[in-house]
Structure formats: C-alpha cells, structure tokens
C-alpha cells in the first residue's frame, strides 16, 4: 500500500519536526526540478546536482521560515533558495566579474533587437539546450534570469555583482548568440 499524498503545509509541518519521511518526500517531490533549475544555469550535471543537494541542504535547515502562502508556494521558495545558493556559489568561484560594456557592439545590440518571431518554435528542445550550453555562465545566467525567471535588470545586477547596464549588454549578446545559432541551425535544416 503506497503512502498518503502530503499536502504542502504538512509536508512543512514535518521537516520542522525533522520526520524523516516528510524529508524524503520533499526531496523526492522536488529535487529533479531543482537539478533542472541548476543545470540551465551552470550546465554541467555533477556541479547542478552538488548545487541541489546543497540547496536541499539550506532548505531543511531553514524551514522554519517557510510561510504557506498557496497551494505552489513551497516550490517558489525552494526555487529562491536554489538560485541564491547558484549566484553564491559563482560568487565565490569568482566566475561573474563586471563586464565592460565595450564587449558588447552595437551592431550586436541592434541584431539582438530584430525579431524572428516563431523560429524558436521550430528547434527541437534537445538543440534548444545544446544552443544554450554553448553560452558562457555569464550570458547563460543573464539569458536565464531575465526571460526564463523573470528578473529584471536591477535584480540580475544585484544578484550579480554587475551594473544594469552591465546585464543588459550581456542579454543583449546573449540573444545575439542564441539568435545566430537558431539561424545556422535553420539553415543547416533546410527550414
């Protein structure tokens, strides 16, 4: 007979009591998700899934401070505490530095800015990820925080150590080498 399915606030409930199985069913219910989060930003599996351990790690240390706002939240907050332990960790392994605007040109800027709505569409997910992990952990950060989670430029800069204009340069080049790329794809294709 399988276990009764838990609802968020008692599966809170009993990782603050430390329950043993509350803690396996958190982690069974969220760590592939979690996993996934990391590698879209640091692309490489044996560092996404040491970041999501540790991530687990902070979480069951810090439950306490969990307030179940809605069915979905539990997962918001763990998705928080993933990506702040991510940025900690570049932080420390000193990968994210200001970038000077100069690296970005205009013409990379302005190609960036065109649209060609639809073409994403066409690319199958495996190419998608293969594009994306051809970028640098910078512009893949940057590319990630901005239109995947949502975070504006001011945030990424403060998560980032960089300057606004700093991010949107990044996000600009980041889009320009994603565009290329979904270009040459399409073309190799015959699409």
Same mark, same amino acid.
């Given at each position: 007979m399988s276990k009764p399915f838990l609802s968020e606030k008692e599966l809170v409930q009993g990782c603050i009591r430390k329950d043993r199985d509350?803690?396996?069913? $958190? *982690?069974?219910? *969220? +760590?592939?998700? $979690?996993?996934?989060?990391? $590698?879209?930003?640091?692309g490489d599996s044996e560092e996404s899934r040491d970041l999501m351990h540790d991530s687990m790690i902070k979480a069951m240390d810090s439950i306490k401070s969990f307030r179940?706002? +809605?069915d979905g939240s539990? *997962?918001?907050?763990?998705r928080r505490i993933t990506i702040n332990v991510v940025f900690d960790r570049f932080r420390q392994n000193s990968r994210f530095m200001?970038?000077?605007?100069?690296?970005?040109?205009?013409?990379?800027?302005? =190609? +960036?800015? =065109?649209?060609? +709505?639809?073409?994403?569409r066409e690319i199958? =997910?495996?190419?998608?990820?293969?594009?994306m992990a051809t970028l640098?952990?910078?512009?893949r950060a940057v590319f990630n925080m901005y239109y995947i989670d949502g975070f504006s430029?001011?945030?990424?800069?403060?998560? $980032?150590?960089i300057t606004e204009s700093g991010s949107t340069s990044i996000l600009a080049k980041a889009r320009a080498s994603v565009r290329k790329a979904i270009t040459d794809y399409l073309k190799a294709t015959g699409q």
């Amino acid at each position: 007979m399988s276990k009764p399915f838990l609802s968020e606030k008692e599966l809170v409930q009993g990782c603050i009591r430390k329950d043993r199985d509350a803690q396996q069913e $958190l *982690y069974a219910r *969220y +760590a592939a998700r $979690l996993y996934t989060l990391c $590698l879209r930003y640091v692309g490489d599996s044996e560092e996404s899934r040491d970041l999501m351990h540790d991530s687990m790690i902070k979480a069951m240390d810090s439950i306490k401070s969990f307030r179940n706002e +809605a069915d979905g939240s539990l *997962y918001s907050w763990l998705r928080r505490i993933t990506i702040n332990v991510v940025f900690d960790r570049f932080r420390q392994n000193s990968r994210f530095m200001e970038i000077p605007l100069e690296q970005v040109s205009d013409k990379e800027i302005l =190609d +960036a800015s =065109d649209s060609d +709505a639809g073409s994403e569409r066409e690319i199958p =997910d495996d190419v998608l990820k293969q594009i994306m992990a051809t970028l640098s952990p910078v512009r893949r950060a940057v590319f990630n925080m901005y239109y995947i989670d949502g975070f504006s430029h001011k945030e990424i800069a403060r998560a $980032l150590n960089i300057t606004e204009s700093g991010s949107t340069s990044i996000l600009a080049k980041a889009r320009a080498s994603v565009r290329k790329a979904i270009t040459d794809y399409l073309k190799a294709t015959g699409q």
